[in-house]
């Protein structure tokens, strides 16, 4: 009985060592002939100097074998040996994660030591039967005011947050793995700065937020076949989060750094150019890896993707095609950030598409009114300004200028500020003119909170 591992192990190893001859290092790509391997397959290329380099198959032409090192390829020559490993890349997991910081493959970088795994999940695993996914009814507050009063958020809802560079996302999303409700926060930096991630952690993220949180990170100056395999390391450990039946907030910054880094695999092994020099693989690995978030039989993933969106532009290819993958988006704007205005949420260009499902009447009779409330004001916006506007010619107008500082003091929120839901729901009936249900003794929560 004791020795039934032992035996599985040995019974799942191949004897057999296929090696193949490194023919031509262009680049990213390196070109062997042989190993006998599949795509996805890791393999070993054993340096002269008897280091190895762990590398993945991403192309097999004949008896070609086109390979991606995980690290810088330094010191590669042509004649070294490719050794195949017979197996496919898995994620290492297990409870001892939690607050700690892994790289792409899943191995520990913070200087803690090594972390226990108590099994492996495959990097690319199916996403959940749509038969099995229940219906989004249950919210996930994140204690941002804007969010979970006007656009809330459900379990198992895959939301994303648009933004140009310096706008606040990465600070947003260091909000919301403290305040959230989530048991468990999975959060993957891929494509980040080096200088940025200590800085998330520290300032952003807090000590109270690392706790229940796992961390992946692959910077931007790790190789382009690392920073796709952090996202899928980093969906894999919030997968084995979620079979354990918690509630997994998966925050991810940012799709757009991993859309381009397939877009490095993909030209570099041949394949053409489409939208904006993106290649078709792109197109197809995004919705591979979005669609793993959601409702399972056995838990939820509540799926937030950053999306970096080039010159403020909301139409180029990768926002336009990511917004068509999630359940709502968050826009920022850089005209509240330029104002001070922080978080930079435009109520009026974001949305949560399962919002009415999350909201009791009241609530969403509130919700409504702020959002026409800002749409008045900004029509006529420019007539305020200049003086031009005469009172009394729109009443929801009027309102809205008379309401102007207290919207703005609601939707404006310091960093290590956090509301309890209950005070946010009723702050926003207060300024929307409209009485919230009271609560029911005999029940744990409001519907609302349901």
Do not use: W
């Not at 032409?61 to 810088?72: K, N, P």
């Not at 990097?123 to 996914?133: C, E, F, G, I």
């Not at 947003?172 to 991630?197: F, K, P, Q």
């Not at 305020?384 to 729109?394: F, K, N, P, Q, T």
Request: glycine share 8%; charged share 25%; proline share 5%.
């Amino acid at each position: 009985m004791y020795l039934d591992r032992y035996t599985e192990a040995v019974q799942g190893v191949d004897p057999v060592k296929y090696i193949g001859t490194v023919k031509r290092v262009q680049g990213i790509l390196i070109e062997s002939t042989g190993p006998r391997a599949a795509v996805g397959e890791l393999c070993h290329i054993i340096l002269k100097n008897g280091k190895a380099l762990a590398a993945e198959v991403v192309a097999v032409r004949d008896s070609l074998v086109q390979l991606m090192s995980f690290d810088a390829p330094q010191g590669l020559e042509t004649g070294d040996k490719v050794a195949a490993s017979g197996t496919m890349l898995n994620a290492p997991v297990g409870p001892d994660m939690l607050g700690r910081v892994l790289d792409a493959l899943g191995r520990p970088m913070d200087g803690r030591g090594a972390v226990r795994a108590e099994t492996h999940y495959p990097l690319y695993a199916p996403p959940p039967s749509p038969m099995d996914r229940k219906p989004i009814i249950r919210r996930l507050d994140t204690g941002i005011r804007a969010v979970d009063a006007v656009m809330p958020i459900g379990r198992g809802q895959r939301m994303g947050i648009f933004a140009g560079s310096g706008v606040g996302k990465s600070t947003l999303l260091g909000m919301i793995a403290r305040n959230t409700s989530a048991d468990v926060n999975v959060i993957a930096l891929i494509g980040e700065r080096g200088r940025e991630v200590r800085e998330f952690i520290e300032n952003d993220l807090g000590p109270q937020g690392l706790k229940r949180s796992v961390l992946v990170v692959s910077t931007s100056d790790t190789s382009a076949l690392a920073r796709v395999k952090g996202a899928f390391t980093a969906t894999a450990i919030a997968e084995y989060f979620r079979d354990q039946g918690k509630d997994v907030m998966l925050l991810f910054d940012s799709i757009t750094r991993f859309a381009m880094s397939q877009r490095e695999i993909g030209l570099a092994i041949g394949e053409p150019p489409t939208t904006r020099s993106y290649t078709p693989s792109v197109f197809s690995l995004m919705p591979r890896l979005v669609e793993r978030s959601g409702v399972s039989s056995r838990g939820t993933i509540t799926g937030i993707y950053s999306v970096l969106v080039e010159g403020d532009d909301l139409d180029e290819p990768v926002a336009d095609a990511v917004r068509g993958y999630l359940d709502g988006h968050i826009v920022l704007s850089r005209r509240l950030a330029d104002k001070n205005h922080y978080p930079a949420i435009d109520i009026l260009f974001s949305i949560s598409r399962v919002a009415p499902r999350l909201m009791d009447t009241r609530t969403a009779q509130a919700a409504a009114k702020l959002r026409r409330l800002l749409a008045a004001y900004r029509d006529k916006e420019d007539l305020i300004d200049v003086g031009a506007y005469v009172r009394g010619s729109d009443p929801v107008v009027d309102e809205a200028i008379k309401k102007r500082d207290a919207l703005n003091n609601f939707f404006m929120q310091k960093v290590d500020e956090r509301d309890e839901p209950k005070d946010v729901f009723d702050r926003a009936a207060e300024i929307a003119g409209i009485a919230l249900a009271e609560e029911d003794e005999d029940n744990e929560e409001i519907s609302v909170y349901a």
